[in-house]
């Protein structure tokens, strides 16, 4: 089933009778996501669309059997979450909270690199989404629809831009993965990039990156050595400033090597066609011989 959630992934969500969490919940059950349990401390007992809430994550898993979580909250709240989800061995964690000062991140990912079983997407993931059936965080769903692309992006809006217009044309999508906004964050492009490169459901992969960072540079490296399938690459911010952020945390340009210019030679040195605009995308699946799914 596509990647990252399949037949038997069942959910909870940290912090489900907050205001965010309570409305995304809602809209998540009404896609069809296996939402099990929700935990919010001090409000166990109570029900929340018709989900049970627990105190504490030990006894929403061993009461429901919830394997992945997803993670609403402010950042102090969502660090904590995270690290009780991993305690509890949950195999994904989706954290859609944004803006996790650097220190705690970087002592996040040496605690998640000890507990290799759990998965975390984000800091500052829209989630992922499965188009028809499953859709885990705040993605509006209505924007994909089924097919072979599978999408792998930093920035939510773009990705969503993106889905609607391949969508329109005929070129559903496998799986879309938000990686998450962050500087740094739990899951990579290149991490995302060979688990499509593994998946029998999606014949192409389109990436949508940034200024900032080096995950574009890291995702060209994996493209080189293990990556089969046609990559279109997208990359946002060319007419960024240096040294100002450009929206996300991890949006901006501190060295040559972090431009849109040099992540696009890279990726093109790599074997990625390049895409300089959204309809260019729908052009370049075209070229790939990736086949419309109308």
Not at 32 to 57: K, L, Q
Not at 191 to 208: G, H, K, Q, W
């Amino acid at each position: 089933m596509a990647i990252l959630i399949n037949h038997d992934t069942a959910f909870l969500v940290q912090g489900i009778t907050e205001q965010a969490g309570s409305f995304h919940t809602a809209q998540m059950i009404a896609y069809g996501t296996p939402i099990v349990a929700g935990v919010t401390p001090e409000m166990g007992g109570a029900w929340e669309h018709g989900i049970p809430v627990f105190d504490n994550m030990r006894t929403a898993v061993e009461a429901t059997g919830a394997n992945s979580s997803i993670i609403f909250g402010d950042g102090p709240s969502a660090v904590d979450a995270i690290y009780e989800a991993v305690d509890e061995n949950l195999r994904l964690v989706i954290c859609v909270t944004d803006g996790i000062p650097t220190q705690d991140s970087l002592k996040l990912k040496s605690y998640l690199d000890r507990h290799p079983r759990t998965r975390l997407i984000g800091p500052g993931s829209p989630g992922v989404l499965v188009p028809g059936r499953a859709n885990a965080g705040i993605i509006p769903g209505f924007v994909a629809t089924e097919g072979k692309v599978g999408v792998v992006s930093r920035s939510a809006s773009v990705a969503y831009e993106g889905m609607e217009m391949m969508s329109a044309v005929g070129f559903g999508q496998s799986t879309f993965v938000g990686v998450g906004g962050d500087s740094i964050v739990g899951t990579s492009f290149a991490e995302v990039l060979a688990l499509f490169e593994e998946d029998p459901e999606t014949s192409c992969i389109v990436l949508m990156g940034e200024v900032g960072g080096a995950a574009e540079i890291e995702a060209a490296a994996q493209i080189s050595i293990r990556i089969t399938k046609p990559v279109i690459a997208y990359l946002v911010g060319r007419s960024a400033i240096p040294f100002v952020r450009m929206g996300h945390a991890g949006a901006i340009i501190t060295t040559p090597d972090t431009t849109v210019e040099a992540k696009e030679a890279a990726l093109k040195s790599a074997g990625a066609l390049i895409a300089h605009s959204l309809e260019d995308i729908v052009s370049l699946l075209h070229v790939t011989g990736h086949a419309s799914d109308q």
